[in-house]
């Protein structure tokens, strides 16, 4: 059976979870996005209070829906959709954030990609100027990650991980390495779950023919709450991916990151 049957039948067994909280308009512009996409849409709501799951009630019939009362955080939310979505027997989950508009037949690309997990080009602005992030690489000696950008679509080249904003990954990879890890609230879920995938001998890749739209927001100040589970994230990351000789130099560098934080927030 070639790739391209093999990704036709996976469609109708494809899971698009959308991890929601306060997504207002984004949330539904994504959802209109989804419809003509061959997966079944699942919004895992994360304790919103805009009204925003009256309104995907109202304007999508069949999207399915599971509330949680409170913000469990981006892993503890994802995980519940991706327990749902494998129950009903899902051959491949497509993890989505809830600010994207994704580009008409995105999701066939990504299934057509023999990798098994596989991101999309993510089309972004920044400063007025279209950017495409390609997917990311790990620093090994701060513990840092980066994305691959560029000012156009290019050649796909080899990765470290693949970013969370839209990660599609096969039922196989869950079934070895499980879900993602819930140490993180948010922030570096994305590039340790490929690590170890990876180390399983499973592969990762971005897709060049699949492409979204990331609305990142610019200009606006992170609450305190964002730059202390960055740094968090960043520490545990730290401590499982960097040798320990040169953990000191890591630790450092995270400890100017604070400084640099405390200032911006103060001044």
Same mark, same amino acid.
Request: proline residues 2%; charged residues 30%; hydrophobic residues 40%.
């Given at each position: !059976?070639?790739?391209?049957?093999?990704?036709?039948?996976? !469609?109708?067994?494809?899971?698009?979870?959308?991890?929601?909280?306060?997504?207002?308009?984004?949330?539904?512009?994504?959802?209109?996005?989804?419809?003509?996409?061959?997966? =079944?849409?699942?919004?895992?709501?994360?304790?919103?209070?805009?009204?925003?799951?009256? %309104?995907?009630?109202?304007?999508?019939?069949?999207?399915?829906?599971?509330?949680?009362?409170?913000?469990?955080?981006?892993?503890?939310?994802?995980?519940?959709?991706?327990?749902?979505?494998?129950? @009903?027997?899902? %051959?491949?989950?497509?993890?989505?954030?809830?600010?994207?508009?994704?580009?008409?037949?995105?999701?066939?690309?990504?299934?057509?990609?023999?990798?098994?997990?596989?991101?999309?080009?993510? &089309?972004?602005?920044?400063?007025? &100027? /279209?950017?495409?992030? #390609?997917?990311?690489?790990?620093?090994?000696?701060?513990?840092?990650?980066? #994305?691959?950008?560029?000012? =156009?679509?290019?050649?796909?080249?080899?990765?470290?991980?693949?970013?969370?904003?839209? +990660?599609?990954?096969?039922?196989?990879?869950?079934?070895?390495?499980?879900?993602?890890? %819930?140490?993180?609230?948010?922030?570096?879920?994305?590039?340790?779950?490929?690590?170890?995938?990876?180390?399983?001998?499973?592969?990762?890749?971005?897709?060049?023919?699949?492409? +979204?739209?990331?609305?990142?927001?610019?200009?606006? &100040?992170?609450?305190?709450?964002?730059?202390? #589970?960055?740094? &968090?994230?960043?520490? /545990?990351?730290?401590?499982?991916?960097?040798?320990?000789?040169?953990? @000191?130099?890591?630790?450092?560098?995270?400890?100017?990151?604070?400084?640099?934080?405390?200032?911006? @927030?103060?001044?």
């Amino acid at each position: !059976m070639s790739d391209r049957l093999y990704s036709r039948r996976e !469609m109708f067994k494809s899971y698009a979870v959308v991890l929601n909280l306060n997504g207002g308009r984004d949330v539904l512009e994504c959802l209109e996005s989804l419809e003509n996409e061959k997966a =079944k849409i699942l919004v895992v709501d994360n304790g919103s209070t805009d009204g925003s799951v009256v %309104e995907i009630r109202k304007k999508f019939s069949r999207v399915k829906i599971i509330e949680n009362k409170k913000n469990l955080g981006f892993t503890a939310g994802n995980n519940i959709g991706i327990r749902y979505a494998l129950k @009903q027997g899902a %051959e491949a989950i497509l993890l989505l954030n809830h600010d994207t508009v994704v580009e008409k037949g995105f999701l066939e690309s990504l299934l057509e990609n023999p990798a098994d997990i596989v991101g999309p080009v993510i &089309k972004f602005k920044r400063k007025g &100027k /279209i950017i495409y992030d #390609h997917g990311g690489k790990v620093d090994r000696i701060f513990g840092r990650n980066y #994305h691959l950008e560029l000012g =156009k679509i290019g050649k796909t080249k080899e990765i470290d991980y693949v970013s969370g904003c839209a +990660i599609l990954i096969r039922r196989p990879v869950f079934k070895k390495i499980g879900l993602l890890d %819930e140490a993180y609230f948010i922030f570096y879920e994305d590039a340790d779950f490929c690590l170890k995938a990876r180390r399983a001998g499973f592969k990762i890749a971005v897709e060049p023919k699949s492409l +979204i739209f990331h609305k990142l927001s610019e200009g606006k &100040k992170k609450p305190w709450r964002m730059h202390f #589970h960055l740094l &968090k994230s960043n520490f /545990i990351f730290v401590n499982r991916y960097v040798p320990f000789y040169r953990r @000191q130099l890591a630790y450092t560098y995270l400890l100017l990151l604070l400084f640099k934080v405390i200032w911006n @927030q103060l001044f």
